[in-house]
């Protein structure tokens, strides 16, 4: 579905489909081997890119032009579904340029990305700018009621007349060439971002000397971190790197304050440092830009359009959602200060020193302060039980749970790189082929960091049983050789997060390719995959699966206590930093055409909503690729928070059955959310797995903050 091309066309779903032949270019060569084939990583070079992608643009113009000439009056079947089989090579080709972009970036790579992003904006404003297609797209439309079609084909005319019109099918000649011309301009500065970003993570790694500079790292992290000094040429020394996954867990266990302060600057000054990667500029020109197509297209702004079609529909409704968690986050926030500024007067007072008033980069550390003296749990205890392999057994066994799904890993099949294994998976009760699953979970220079699911293949039976590839990434540091991985927890809810996404995909039980798998509204799309996350910390999955790196021994039970109780510990500062990100994105797209300085936006909104100075938002503006490098989360990063929304609700479901293995309220998620893609409104698949609509209260609960006064039925 063309995916990772068009996002910037804010229309991703409906270019897909029907292989070329003869061809000498690999990147758009048919896939070979079984189940319909898998992507020829081992064959891929950069220089094939460019042409590879002109090829299959060109292809998938001429049979859109093929669609929109017929002599034939419009009908479904010679329109609509038509267009679901084109595309097939450009998504063959968007896969590998996808997985490029992300995990193998390369100065070679970003060249060719600089060369096509506008490129490839262009080539989607000619499908959708293509006036006969429209015409037909729009009769099929209009007569809809009076053709014999079922539901699942009424949602998708639907779909793409709306997805057409939103993208401008209806604009006369100027504007459309206007707007095209924004869309090139919006795709190479989202290219500039993202490659800003990356070389900020990749050019500022700290280097320490000397052992002394590690006080307080448990070995785990020592060992990472010699490893990434010893790989990036500093054998003897430490690196770590600035990347989330390596200053996540300084920040809570490095001693030296002074160090902490750098890690913390380092990795929140990401794209902001006033020099060649500076991305401030950048950021004023895409929000100038999107506010423009807003209003060229109709909209008052570009939150309004692309607020539409989601679940929310307005930005005041998703606004008025963060706003109900707002201030119970910060009022939390207030508390987990103050217990932390105790514990660090209580410091001072005993070692004779200065106190300190709790800032950004103290958070962490403090914070695993408290939970040691609140709770008596040490991460540090807990993450001996949590080895990389084992917690990935967790989640093929809790796939198996809930889906019937088995997992084999297969050797012999073409990767990027020699870290990514492949497992395949299949139907535990028929035996049947159900899909490959992909899993790279290393960080290596030119992979953006961060974790993430992405198709390679979608599920179709539209032209013939077609199954899906999909893959999870991560950014874990490999340590010595021969040693596990072991992860922090936050890390391994992470890690069944994205393995929610990818079996969203995997269970996709649909017929149209672009109604498959992922392919949901924005704010939907985090629900099954946050849902997931709450079998992490079911006893089956601990039990089994929590063992001992060197004993081999399952957590005790004390200690799994002991997470439970914990568990919304620290939710003000998660869901502060996550607020504040969403927040502020809203805002800056509900803003207009007004120009905007990011730095200073972002200081004086933060400012009006009473942020606490002790937190920074989660993504701060120049690094927030969400919001930057696509249209994709613009606007949308409050879409967290909705999917949340359902998933403390849904989660609830189980509670109140039989708990998280029950098989019925499994298999109506199943049926309902999991395996239906985009087939049916997702407020209606909601409510058929859930009997009731989702409100705000189950939420409340998850995160331990007091339920408003009326608490009130959100009808999605
Ligand atoms: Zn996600």
Redesign the pocket.
Known sequence: MNKHLLASAGAAALLAAAPASGTENPLLAPWTGPHGGVPAFDQVRVEQFQPALEAAMAEQLAEVDAIAAQAAAPTFDNTIAALEHVGKTLDRVGTYYGVFASTMSSPEFQAVEREMAPKLAAFADKIFQNEKLFARIAAVYETRETLALTPVQQRLVWLDHTRFVRAGAKLDAAAKTRLSEINQELAGLYTKFSQNVLADEEGYVLVLESEADLAGLPDSLRSAAAAAAASRGHAGKWAILNTRSSMEPFLTYADRRDLREKVWTTYYSRGDNGDVHDNNATISAILGLRAERAQLLGYATHAHWRLENTMAKTPERAMELMEAVWKPAVARVGEEVADMQAIADAEAAASGTATIAIAPWDYRYYAEKVRKAKYDLDENEVKPYLQLDKLREGMFWVAGELFGFEFRPVTGVPVVHPDVRVWEVTDRASGKHVGLWYFDPYARKGKRSGA??NAYRTQERFAGEVTTIVSNNSNFVQGKAGEPILVSWTDAETMF??F??ALHGLNSNVDYPSLAGTAVFRDY??FP??LLEHWLPTREVLERFALHHQTGEPIPAALVAKIEQAETFNQGFQAVEYLASALVDMKLHLAGATPIDPDEFERETLAALGMPSEIVMRHRTPQFGHVFSGDGYSAGYYS?LWSDTLTADAFEAFTEAGGPYDKTVAKRLRDHVFSVGNTIDPADGYRAFRGKDPGIAALMRKRGFPLPSAESSRSN
Request: glycine share 10%; aromatic share 18%.
């Open positions: 993430w699911m997060h994205e929610g996404h799309v985090e995959s946050q967290y």
